[in-house]
């Protein structure tokens, strides 16, 4: 058998039915990388390119592992050693949890986006329907009811900083 015949088999293997998502381990790893990664679509509604979420998983996890390290060395400065190997623990932990804490950012921000999003395209149908109702024109209504949306912005902020 050839190289290129190894391949071929191979490649029918991997897009055949029997693909490594059905074996325990496939699953496994599709189950771990939809909960360690980010929806793409998320991202987008954010706003935020792949490489800033990397650059902002990294910075997380660095300091996520050196919090430990920092609070190992206060302690052994102030006459309290902790165990080498609970301090390895922690700072595996701090490591992990600095990974998976972007991923949660990126989910929470995305959800308050487009929460925010539906409220604006409710409230920019109603303005529609009012106008249109009123005996505006479709054009008119659509136009106008952009205006009054994009001004509200400018009140919407006005109020918010008058709270007390």
Do not use: K, N
């Not at 189950?31 to 792949?50: F, G, K, Y």
């Not at 932990?93 to 929460?115: D, E, F, K």
């Amino acid at each position: 058998m050839c190289s290129s015949d190894l391949a071929a088999s191979c490649s029918d293997f991997i897009w055949s039915g029997t693909s490594t998502r059905q074996t325990s381990l496939g699953r496994a790893i599709h189950a771990a990388s939809a909960i360690w990664a980010p929806r793409p679509s998320d991202l987008a509604v954010i706003e935020r390119s792949l490489e800033s979420f990397a650059l902002e998983r990294l910075v997380c996890m660095a300091a996520g592992s050196m919090l430990p390290i920092a609070c190992s060395i206060l302690m052994r400065l102030g006459g309290t050693a902790i165990p080498l190997a609970i301090t390895a623990l922690m700072i595996l932990g701090g490591a992990v949890g600095g990974l998976y804490l972007p991923v949660v950012t990126v989910h929470r921000s995305a959800i308050v986006s487009r929460r925010e999003f539906r409220t604006s395209l409710s409230a920019y149908l109603d303005l529609v329907s009012i106008m249109l109702a009123g005996g505006a024109g479709a054009e008119t209504a659509l136009v106008a009811a952009a205006r009054i949306g994009s001004r509200s912005e400018e009140h919407t902020s006005e109020l918010q900083s008058r709270q007390y």
